[in-house]
Every structure is written in structure tokens, then in C-alpha cells.
């Protein structure tokens, strides 16, 4: 069974951090890509960035500005997404998600339909 867990988020003050982690299962974790999305009440889920993990290729959205770190433990299976100098507007439900990308030639992708699996998220609450 695929199963994706992220866990660590919580509530910080403007300025804060806060490190993600995506524990992945029951897949080939080296041929896929795991992307990082965000979905904040009454807006759409959008793509914070992506890790292929065949090339270690990454892909930042331009919002993320340098804040934002993802980096990836294949041996372990585990996703990490480092969340620095946080904003109020970075509240969200933040998800990991993977992408089998091989038979479609996609290798980078914060397309949400393009993924396959995803996990439940975890909230990351910003206060000012």
C-alpha cells in the first residue's frame, strides 16, 4: 500500500521555522518525484516546489523566494521541507506528494493532477 505521512507542522510567529517531513511507502521511492503543495482556506492547492529523486533535481515556486528548503533521504524514504522566515500569508495545509513521471517524460512538476499519490497534510499556522 502507497503511503504518504508528513508530519511537523504547528503554529510559529512571523519570522519563525518550521521543517517538514514526508515519510514515503510502498513505492520505489528513486523513481519518483515528490513535490511539496500548500492549499490555504478558500484558495486553490499550489505548488511549492518539487524533488526528483533519481537526479536530486529541484524546482522552487518564485514565491518561495529563497525561504524554503526541500531535501530528500532516499536510503530512509523521507522528504523534508525547511520553512524559514514564515508569513502570515504562508498559513496552509501543506502536502507532500509523489509523481511517477517515466512513461510521461515528466521529471519536475507542481502540476497537482500530474501527481499520484498524496499524503493528509499537515497545518502550518503563521501569526503576526
Known amino acids: 500500500e502507497v503511503q504518504l505521512v508528513e508530519s511537523g507542522g504547528g503554529s510559529v510567529q512571523t519570522g519563525g521555522s518550521l521543517r517538514l517531513s514526508c515519510a514515503a511507502s510502498g513505492f520505489s521511492f528513486d523513481d519518483y518525484t515528490i513535490g511539496w503543495f500548500r492549499q490555504a482556506p478558500g484558495k486553490e492547492r499550489e505548488g511549492v516546489g518539487c524533488?526528483?529523486?533519481?537526479?536530486?533535481?529541484?524546482y522552487y515556486a518564485d514565491f518561495v523566494k529563497g525561504r524554503f528548503t526541500m531535501s530528500s533521504d532516499n536510503h530512509k524514504k523521507m522528504m523534508y521541507l525547511q520553512l524559514n522566515s514564515l508569513q502570515p500569508e504562508d498559513t496552509a495545509v501543506y502536502y507532500c506528494a509523489a509523481l511517477d513521471g517515466r512513461e510521461r517524460g515528466i521529471n519536475l512538476s507542481v502540476v497537482p493532477d500530474e501527481y499520484d499519490y498524496w499524503g493528509q497534510g499537515t497545518q502550518v499556522t503563521v501569526s503576526s
Open positions: 524533488i526528483s529523486s533519481s537526479d536530486g533535481s529541484t
